[in-house]
């Protein structure tokens, strides 16, 4: 079996001072990758070297997960200190994060987390597999009140250290604006989709500027994603032209191609594989065989603003469409 050293995983330092690694495994499955087979996945790429592990209450598959995990700490392969593990509170938990959380811990049998986020800004929920025309009836805008209560209970759990760091997910610079302005602890970080025609330049900067890392959703663009999740404008950027032609001259996969320009742009990519082959690559490319600065510059210059997850089944009776919710215009609709 290859293995990665993990001390050659370079790692992103919070503002805190964490250190988090840069290449962590994604674990949603979605409908066509059982529990079971992403926890083998999770057990086989703790062995080969990933130390982060990006899991969610959502993915249904925490317990499995946990299980995973013991078998690794029983047999001696690592530590709960070796390992970074990210989970998430769904947004039917808004009213309930200690719940959440405790529930989370109990499912992976840890006592503790190293990043806990709170999933999207939205309580607006939906059951699995649903198609993106489904509404939930109690929907709501974002209301920064009941956010500020959220937020409330993470510094919470943060300042008592069952959470060594706090985040946000799917944020916008306009609510993040307000959450800064209202917070005691600053987020450390933001999950947010990026990939080559999803850069977030605007979003990624001022998260920058802010002090607060950003870990990256569907690097290498989800290519598997169930179709009902696919709209006719979306792209596919491991088939992107200059992908391929920078793909060929590192003789790898255009998707490693994804994850080698995320480590080196400064973000933290969680890419989703099952298969030991791929997610090994994932791992080792960023240890060897950098980009150069021209092949980042094509890459810079591919982005289409092409939004893949979209949240359509977030949205409100009054909203329009899924644009509101995602204040392109900077101001946050419905508020
Ligand atoms: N915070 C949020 O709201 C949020 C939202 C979405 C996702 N996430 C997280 O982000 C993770 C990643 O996103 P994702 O799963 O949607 O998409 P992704 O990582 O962009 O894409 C996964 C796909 O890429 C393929 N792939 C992976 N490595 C490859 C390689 N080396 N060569 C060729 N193909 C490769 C996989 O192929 P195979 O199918 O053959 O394995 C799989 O189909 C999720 O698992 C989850 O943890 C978070």
């Given at each position: 079996?290859?293995?990665?050293?993990?001390?050659k995983?370079?790692?992103?330092?919070f503002?805190?001072g964490a250190e988090?690694?840069t290449?962590?495994l994604g674990t949603f499955?979605s409908?066509?990758v059982?529990?079971d087979?992403i926890?083998?996945?999770?057990?086989q790429?703790?062995?080969?070297?990933y130390?982060l592990i990006?899991c969610?209450a959502?993915?249904?598959?925490e317990?499995?997960?946990g299980s995973?995990?013991k078998?690794?700490?029983?047999?001696g392969?690592?530590?709960?200190?070796?390992?970074?593990i990210?989970?998430?509170?769904w947004n039917?938990?808004?009213?309930?994060?200690r719940?959440?959380?405790?529930?989370t811990?109990?499912?992976?049998?840890v006592?503790?987390?190293?990043?806990?986020?709170?999933?999207?800004?939205f309580p607006n929920s939906?059951?699995?597999?649903?198609s993106v025309d489904?509404?939930?009836p109690d929907a709501?805008?974002?209301?920064?009140?009941?956010?500020k209560?959220v937020?409330?209970?993470?510094?919470d759990?943060?300042?008592?250290g069952?959470?060594k760091?706090i985040?946000?997910?799917n944020?916008?610079?306009a609510?993040?604006?307000?959450?800064l302005?209202?917070?005691?602890?600053?987020?450390m970080?933001?999950?947010?989709?990026?990939?080559?025609?999803f850069?977030?330049?605007e979003?990624?900067?001022?998260l920058k500027?802010?002090?607060?890392?950003?870990?990256g959703?569907?690097?290498?663009g989800s290519?598997?994603?169930?179709?009902?999740?696919?709209t006719?404008?979306d792209?596919?950027?491991?088939q992107?032209?200059?992908?391929?032609?920078i793909?060929?001259?590192?003789?790898?996969?255009?998707?490693v191609?994804c994850v080698?320009w995320?480590?080196?742009?400064?973000q933290?990519?969680?890419?989703?594989?099952?298969k030991?082959p791929?997610?090994?690559?994932?791992?080792?490319c960023i240890?060897e065989?950098?980009l150069?600065?021209?092949?980042m510059n094509?890459?810079?210059s591919i982005d289409k603003?092409?939004?893949f997850?979209?949240g359509?089944?977030?949205l409100?009776?009054t909203?329009?469409?899924?644009?509101?919710?995602?204040?392109e215009?900077?101001t946050?609709a419905g508020?």
């Amino acid at each position: 079996m290859e293995t990665v050293d993990p001390n050659k995983v370079p790692k992103v330092k919070f503002y805190n001072g964490a250190e988090i690694p840069t290449v962590g495994l994604g674990t949603f499955g979605s409908d066509h990758v059982s529990a079971d087979q992403i926890a083998e996945a999770v057990y086989q790429a703790v062995k080969i070297g990933y130390r982060l592990i990006d899991c969610a209450a959502v993915y249904g598959n925490e317990k499995e997960i946990g299980s995973a995990l013991k078998r690794l700490f029983d047999e001696g392969v690592v530590k709960r200190e070796d390992l970074w593990i990210t989970s998430k509170v769904w947004n039917s938990m808004h009213h309930d994060v200690r719940g959440s959380f405790e529930k989370t811990c109990s499912d992976l049998g840890v006592d503790y987390l190293d990043l806990f986020l709170v999933h999207w800004p939205f309580p607006n929920s939906h059951a699995p597999g649903v198609s993106v025309d489904s509404r939930d009836p109690d929907a709501v805008p974002y209301r920064h009140r009941d956010f500020k209560r959220v937020w409330a209970v993470m510094e919470d759990l943060y300042e008592n250290g069952l959470c060594k760091n706090i985040g946000t997910s799917n944020q916008t610079i306009a609510k993040m604006k307000l959450l800064l302005s209202t917070c005691k602890v600053k987020p450390m970080v933001n999950e947010m989709e990026m990939h080559p025609h999803f850069q977030q330049p605007e979003l990624f900067n001022f998260l920058k500027e802010n002090g607060i890392a950003a870990i990256g959703f569907c690097p290498i663009g989800s290519p598997a994603r169930p179709d009902r999740d696919k709209t006719a404008t979306d792209t596919v950027p491991i088939q992107d032209p200059v992908m391929v032609k920078i793909a060929k001259a590192h003789n790898v996969h255009p998707a490693v191609i994804c994850v080698k320009w995320a480590v080196q742009r400064g973000q933290i990519p969680i890419p989703f594989s099952v298969k030991p082959p791929k997610f090994t690559m994932n791992l080792k490319c960023i240890t060897e065989d950098p980009l150069t600065e021209e092949e980042m510059n094509e890459i810079k210059s591919i982005d289409k603003n092409n939004r893949f997850i979209k949240g359509q089944v977030f949205l409100w009776s009054t909203a329009k469409d899924w644009h509101d919710l995602w204040d392109e215009d900077g101001t946050i609709a419905g508020w």
